[in-house]
Every structure is written in structure tokens, then in C-alpha cells.
């Protein structure tokens, strides 16, 4: 052995020794049993209540943080894009909106408790949410997408309503021209569509009429004519009247006499309703500033309803009996546990400055990604195999170097992922078995040269010498073009796909080092130990 | 030493009309094809809408998951039964201003097999917006890949050889492209992604065969084109077939292997492994040899 081939060869164990201890973490964690496992996925050293835990915590983050990461449709999880509507913003506003809402979203996905939730503002209005692992996906949909926009409003008494829907009925009567325009229903449109009008300030319809009714207000809510001094919502809940299930419109102030950023503090409670114990709704305190404000308008309006509207739809309309002055309240209604607990967060974390809408939605099942995985790696455990088989068969002892180079090349792939925080997808794991498929050509291209200049009669060290230097060209430009196409799929693909990309990419990379340089490497060494007259090729 | 295909001696480039006819045959197929189906049948990926993948045990008949489909209000959906017995993968027709389609459905299943344990394993669902963007990506990023492709191997090749590569890659993932609409499969975000691939391999290959041709142009100035690529690809043809072999083994075995997430994927690959070994050959090959008989047909004397 020459002294540059003994530097090689110590290079070459280093970079073995690196990429080993790299993965080193990878291979501890996905040896444990799976309980421990989704341990180390939920440990929040943020989390923990004394100093010993946030250690031990701490140890099963870095060990988390450190291997390869399965990405969503591995492991399970939510990828949702949410779209800003910032359509109803002023300019000032607007600017600001995303970054506030994603940290709100941020906060509500904090309180829910979701390891490694990922939340990214995309483009100029919208956010990425990953969330990994198990969790309930509607529940958690509905914590994310709600605005919580917590308003208290006055119910207006009867016969203001009354005098508001007989204006909105003139008005759309004015507008409708039609022949037999002296029947009942042609003069009340609006009001006729109800099945009790302004009863303790509630107008009650049917289900079927709602989306009529709520056509009829947007044709009000356009028409600059109209005065509209009130708002007008829906009650949050389904109710009966003669046996027949509907709903109920109320109209109400139109400044909300307080908003939800006056809530301190928020909780889930069992015991607020007294007729239905055990019934779960939220009681909030609110801030002193709000308190106070709470205390004069309760004051100022007892023997009135008082409307708890969230995101327009009315929770809850209490009677004020008296004046309320230490600024807390409650919100009952029919929820269920769960509804009870995210209205609590979403009260907590406040509202968004603007609706959000989800625009693009993927989610994986826990048991379709362990199938992925399984499938995955028996795919790819197939594939080395019968390339191994036909590489060793066929090339025999120089089979056997490429098989090497193989073996560190992927080797190095997977610890450049484990190095970079890459994320290990489905289609990432395809990409690795086309890696080993790919990765031999170098060497099927040296071992044929080789074999070629045999034939020619070459000795076997020039035969060697010539078939790498020849073939080495080539198998530089083939290289390059796979990665350029492999670059433009990084550029465009999101997700699982750029995943693919990643793998590849790297995977091509690290075999111009270990299909070229190793097994060179391997053939010199051999070749200048002893007097060759033979190869095994 | 084993050996396939050692001391070749066909002559390629004089069946290369052969190959023009078969090649364009299978364009026609492709085109055929796509015209029939109206164009790709893009998938959710591209064109919006949402796409559900559901385990029932114990399995039912699909026509009761039509008919529950139904019930939640989303006719014409197409309802297709996996490997798995109870899955089903379930692509949703559209249904105006509904904002959670897949909770709808989940819910009219369940009503509909009491008892029966109801597993969503998978849902995707992209907005119209988001579809045309992402389509407006793939096409970018294919035209992307090409054009680099086209600027390198213009760069390192002649340009009478750049014709030939790019026609062949072309070929190469427009046949793909059609076996895909022949199975009436889908395009979604991961064939495009084996569409690329197949490019880059595509041009791999011919690159391997250009290589020789230029080697061997310096060694033999005296033949004629056509047996100076005849030789290139007969020196190469055992290359050609271990390296296709050895991708092929890979991809074969994520076809049969990688479960129905990334099948679509590996058939594309299985194509375009397939004709891109081909087209190396007979279509990069046979057209670098028709631009150089032309130019020698406008410009004789200028042997070269």
C-alpha cells in the first residue's frame, strides 16, 4: 500500500466513523418499543413542572431532534394550508394579519399539545400547519380554523325587531315586481318565510329556509339604501317549536359592547348550568379593564338579554338579572366535552384577525403510514437484494466491491437525512431504492470497461487504470443530468415529493464519491499488495 | 467470467426504420389515448376536489358505499375497491359549498354500516385555487428539468446529437404519459415526479451511447457514420441492458411491494425504464445519425 492510498483508506474510515455516529441516534431510537417511542414523541421539556423531569425530557427531545424524521404520511399526521381572508381588512391590518394569525394558531396547537407541530407563513397569505402523530383531525380542525371573535351584544326587544323585519320585508317587497304582488307572501317575503316572528326576540324558522333567509339578509346587507342599525345571528343551536326543528334569528346591537380580547382566562366547567348539571360549558374572568366596562353595561341594562356571540352565531342569551361586577361570565349551551375544551383555548389564544379557510387538506391515517413504512422497507429490502445477487453473480469478486460502495452510499444517504433534519418520506423511500438500482451503473460502467480493455489485451492494472479513467466522464454527465431533473422536482414539489427529490439528489451525489473513489480505492489496494495476473470481474 | 451479450455484431442503425414505425405507433396509441380520454385525467393534486381512502370491517359491497356516498350528497362519485378487501378509495364528486366533505361522508358511512368499525386511512383535499397552482408548478417544474437537460447536454454534445437526445426524452415520458391514460390511471403530484425522473434516466442512458460515438468517431475516421454507431452501441448494449436490469429490479419491486400509495408512480418508472433503454438506442441514436446523413446530403464534401 502506497502512503496516498493508506490516506485514502483512513479518509474513507472516518467518513465511515462520522456517518455511523450520525445515524448512531436514528438507530437508538427506532429500536425502542413503541410506547417508549411515542414517548420520545410527545416529550416537551417546555412542558415539565420540575427541573429532574425537563432533564430527562431534554434527553428524549435531543434524541427525537437527532434522528431521521418520518414524515407525515410515514407516521401519521395532518397537513393542512390555511388561506387569510383578508378581504374585509384595511390596509394596516392586513399587513399584519398572517404573522397574527399564525401565532395565535400557534398557541391554540401549543394548548392542544401536539409534539413537533410545524407552522410556517407561506407566500403572502397563507400558513402551512403540520401536525405529526396521532390526534384527533376534527377536533383539531376546528380548534385551528375557528376566528373566535367573542363579541357581547344586547338582545333588542320585540318590538324593535318587529320594526326592523318590517322594514326588511318593504324594502324586498320594493324589489320584487311581480304580478300578484297583493298576496301575504309577496308583501312580507322575508318575514313570511318565519314560523313565529320576534317572540322574546327570537324569530323562529325551519331548517329548510335558513339558507333563503340568509340570501335575503346578504341581498339587505349590499343595498347602501338600507339603514341597518342592528346585526342580526343566527342562534348557535337547533330548537323545537311544535315538533319541528329549526332555528332562531336574533337581532342585536350592532356594537358588540365587548370583545373577547377583555378575556383573561378561560375554562372547561361541568357545573355552570343548574337545570342540566354536568353539562359542560366555559366560564371566563375578564381582564379588570373589561370588568369594569362588563359591570356598567349590566348595570345599565338589567332585565334585558344579553347575547354571547362567537364568530356571529349566538351561544348564549341570558337574561341580566342585576348588575355583574367582578367581570365573569359564563358560556353554556349544548356542547359537548371536547367543543367545551377548544372554546376554552380558543378564548384563551384569542381571535384571528380575519376568517381563515383551509384550502388544501392532506391526513394519514397512523395505520396507513405503519403499512407505508412496512411496505417501504420490504420493497426496498427485495430490491437491494436482487441487485446485490445479480451484481455479485454476475461481476463476482469486483461484484462484491461495488456491492461495497452500495452498501456505503446508502449508508452516507442516510446519515447526510439524519445530518440535515431531513424528513424520511414514502416516496423518499422510493427514491433511495431507485438510488440503489442507479447507484450501480457507475460501477456496471467502470466493470464493463474493464472487462473491454481485457479483451484488448491490456494487463490487468492498466485495465483497471483505463476503465475508471474512461468511464469517468460519462459517468459524471449521467450523474448530472438525473440531478438536474431530480433539482427541478426539488423546486416544485411539496411534501412527500420533495422528499423524493431530497433522497435522490443526495443518493447521487454521495455515489460519485463511493462508486468512484471507494471501489477504485478497493481495486488499488488489492492490485499493488500482490502481482496480479488475474481479476475477478 | 459471465457475460451477456459480449461481441455483438447487429446492425442497429439499419433497422432503425423498424423502430421509427414502432415509435410512432405508440405516440399515436398515447395520442389516441389522451384524445379519448379528453386529455390526462388529472387527480385531486391538480384539479381539486377531495379524495378519501376508508377501511370498513367487516368488508361491505361497494354498492352500499355508493349508496351511503349518495346519501351524504355527493352523487357521481367514483367508488373504487382496493386490494384490501373493505377499502375503498372514494373520489368525491363535487357538491357546492360544503365545507367538510369528508366528515360528511365518514358520518353517512357510519350511519349506514352500523357496527361496522370505519377507519378514514387517508384524505386529501385540495382547493380549485391550489390545484390550478399546483398544476401551474408541475408544468413549470417538467419544462424546468427539460430545459436544463436541454442547455447541458447542448453544452457537452454536438448539437446534431442534442436533437436526437431531446426527441428521445420527449418520447420517453410522452409514452409514459399515455400508459398512464391507457389504464386510465391518474396523473397526480407523484407520477409527474416519475415523469421527471424518467427524464433524467432517459437522458442518462443516451448519454452512455453518445459517449462511445464520440470515442469511436476518433478511432475509426474512416467508416462510415452508420457503422461507427453501430459499433458505439454494440460496445455499450451490455451497459445498456445490466444498468436497465438493475433499475428495473428496484422498480419491480416497489411496484409489486410499495402498496398502492406509490403504485402508480412505479408502473410510469416501469415504462419509462423500459422505453428509455429503447430510445437511447434506436430513437436518440437513429435521429443523431438522420441529422448527420442530411447534413452530408446539403453540404457534400464537408465529410466529417
Redesign the interface.
Known sequence: MTQSDRNKLFLTLIGVAICIYTLWPTFQFYSLSPEKRQEVLQARPSAATNEGDRERLQKLADLREKSIKLGL?LQGGMYL?L?VDKSKLGAAEARNAVDQARQIIGNRIDQFGVAEPSIQKQGDNRILIQLPGLLDQ?RA?DLIGQTALLEFKIVKTDEETRALLDRIDQALARRTTAAGADTFAAQHPFTSRFLSVSQGGESFTLNENVAAIDSMLAVIRADSTFQLESSLAWDSHESEREGRTGRSLLVLSKEPLMQGKDVQSAQMRLDLDQERPGAPGVSFTLTSRGGATFADVTGANVGRRLAIVLDNRVQSAPNIHERIPRGQGSITGSFTEEEAQNLAIVLRSGALPAPV?????????P??GQ??IQ??L???A???A??IL??V??Y?LSGLVAVVALVLNILGLLACMAGFHATLT??GI?GI??T???A??AN??VF?RI??ELRNKKTVLAAIDLGYS?AF??IV??H??????????M????G??RG??VT?SIGLIINMITAVGVSKMVFDAWSLRRKVNTIS? | MLEILHGLNVDWMGKRHIAYWFSGICVLISIVSLVMHGGPRYGVDFTGGTLLEVAITPPPHVEKVRAAVDQAGFVGSEIQSLVKPGQFLIRLGTREGVKEPAKLVHDALTAAHAGSTIEILRVESVGPRVGGELRGAAIKAVFLALGLILVYVAIRYDWRYSLGAIVALFHDVFIALGAISLTNKEVTLTVVAAFLTIAGFSINDTIVVFDRIRERKQAMRRDTPQKVMNTAINETMSRTIITSLTVALTVLSLFFLGGEVIHDFSFAMLVGVVFGTYSSVFVASGLALETQLYLERVTPGRKK
Open positions: 404520511d394550508l388561506e376534527e380542525k379557510h383551509v384550502v388544501e387538506e392532506r391526513t394519514v391515517g395505520s396507513l403499512d407505508s411496505k417501504g420490504k420493497a426496498g427485495v430490491g437491494a436482487l441487485v445479480f451484481m453473480v454476475y463476482r414514502l416516496p422510493a431504492v431507485l440503489i438500482g442507479m450501480v451503473d456496471v460502467l464493463e472487462r473491454e474512461r466522464r460519462t454527465d449521467a448530472v443530468t438525473t440531478l438536474l431533473s431530480a433539482l427541478a422536482l423546486w416544485f414539489g411539496s412527500p415529493i423524493f427529490a435522490l470481474i
